[in-house]
């Protein structure tokens, strides 16, 4: 038997799929992919993934913020051997512009700060109309060092700062990061019926295995320390067992969550909105629904699942009622 599994296999190069519950995805995403928009559009269309699962689209203020961060605790040593540090400091976040300080802090051995001066100046212009003689509506940054601010000798290490910006800047304008990958990535493997195991781990049931075998497809070609490998698991009843303690481990955390929402919206608003309940009704749906295609998959029992279920029907019931009471 086992030399005919391992010929089959040879020949093969995977488990048949009637013999699988499904596959447990493990990823990672570099942090800075170096994919841009256009190229991820494309290779989503080439392996037939959904559209409306591509990233949201880039914005340049967000690069913006996060490439002035990026500079934060860069330091070096003054010829007196004092440590000059930088921070950046939002000054004004306005309809024309957000404007940012990049501010030198000096201190000593015993970490007393001596100085603290603004020694360059960070602007992005939004996308409003233009005023006469200004750079408002351009969407374009401007960094400029204040060398009146600082001493000679800080000025190189200023300016080198002020040019890792500008190039962190041009890499985030371009290129998606690598939290935007994993935010879309999770999304995607939980709108596949997907149980988070940990953090980059997940069981997704066979029925999605074309899915989830392009997804890693995508993930593997990009490569550079952004990867996928998916684990087939046999359907065994061992298995079974582990899926579904797995998944109502999720489901009731999902339901005792959707419960104190409940709670939440009945103690803190006056009125009760039928959009509020419906959204939270919808949620509660959706639960069932995936605990019966899971009940389906494992032919298992789903009790820890449904006595979750029935107490926050119980509170979705309260909240409808009030909701009607308020009505009347």
Sequence with gaps: MASKLKGYLSEAGELPRDILLGHVGIYAIADNPTISPEELEKRYANLGLDPKRLPNSIKPINAFEKAT????????????????????REVVNDRGAMTRHLVREVRDGANVRLRHDTVAELIFYKAVAKDAGRDEGTQVPRFTAWPHAMADEELPHVQEALLAIRNAYAQMTQFYDGQALRRTVRSYMLALDGIELK??????????????????????????????????????PKQRTWVVEKFQTESVEKLKKLA?????????????????????????????????????????????????????????????????????
């Design 260 to 328: 104190g929402e409940c709670n939440r919206v009945m103690n803190t608003r006056k009125t009760i909105t039928g959009d509020a309940y419906l959204k939270l009704k919808n949620e509660y749906d959706e639960v069932l629904a995936q605990a019966t295609r899971y009940q389906k998959l494992t032919k298992g029992s789903m009790d820890y699942t449904a006595g979750a279920a029935e107490f926050a029907l119980d509170v979705l019931g309260e909240l409808q009622t009030r909701m009607i009471t308020q009505e009347d």
């Design 199 to 236: 953090g980059s781990v997940y069981f997704v049931p066979v029925e999605q295995a074309d899915t989830v075998e392009k997804i890693a497809e995508l993930l593997n070609d990009i490569g550079n320390g952004t990867e996928m490998q998916l684990m087939p698991l046999v359907d065994l």
């Design 69 to 88: 961060q990026s500079i934060n605790g860069t330091n070096w040593t003054m010829a007196d051997g004092t440590t000059a540090t930088l921070l950046c």
